[in-house]
Nanobody, 121 residues
Framework: QVQLVESGGALVQPGGSLGLSCEAT????????INWFRQPPGKAREWVAR???????FYADSVKGRFTVSRDNDRNLAFLLLTNLRTEDTGIYYC???????????????WGQGTPVTVSS
C-alpha cells in the first residue's frame, strides 16, 4: 500500500505565508514527479506546481513568484511554501505523485486527502 498525506493547512491572513508538506509512505521503490493541485470552494481542481525528481520546478502563472515547491527524495517528502497569500489562494491543497511500488514494473498515480488553506482577514 502507498499513501500520500498532506499537512500544514491553516487559516492565514492576506499577505501571510504558509508551508505545506506531503509525505509518501508504504512499499515505495521510487517517486517521480510530484504535483500540487488545489480546489477553490465551488470550483474545479487546478494544477499549482510540479517538481521532478532531479528538482526541476514548474508553476501555474497564478502562483509564480509567490509559491515554491521543493522535495526531499531520501525521505519521500515534498513541500510547498506559499507566500504573499491572497484570498483567491483559498482552497483544499492536494499532493499528487507518480510512484513506483516495490515489486512493480510500472508507475501509478496517487493522491493525498488534501489539506485546507483559508486566506482571510
Amino acid at each position: 500500500q502507498v499513501q500520500l498525506v498532506e499537512s500544514g493547512g491553516a487559516l492565514v491572513q492576506p499577505g501571510g505565508s504558509l508551508g505545506l508538506s506531503c509525505e509518501a509512505t508504504g512499499d515505495i521503490s521510487n517517486v517521480r514527479d510530484i504535483n500540487w493541485f488545489r480546489q477553490p470552494p465551488g470550483k474545479a481542481r487546478e494544477w499549482v506546481a510540479r517538481i521532478t525528481r532531479p528538482g526541476e520546478t514548474f508553476y501555474a502563472d497564478s502562483v509564480k513568484g509567490r509559491f515554491t515547491v521543493s522535495r526531499d527524495n531520501d525521505r519521500n517528502l515534498a513541500f510547498l511554501l506559499l507566500t504573499n497569500l491572497r484570498t483567491e489562494d483559498t482552497g483544499i491543497y492536494y499532493c499528487n505523485a507518480r510512484i513506483l511500488k516495490q515489486r512493480s514494473d510500472s508507475y501509478s498515480d496517487h493522491w493525498g486527502q488534501g489539506t485546507p488553506v483559508t486566506v482571510s482577514s
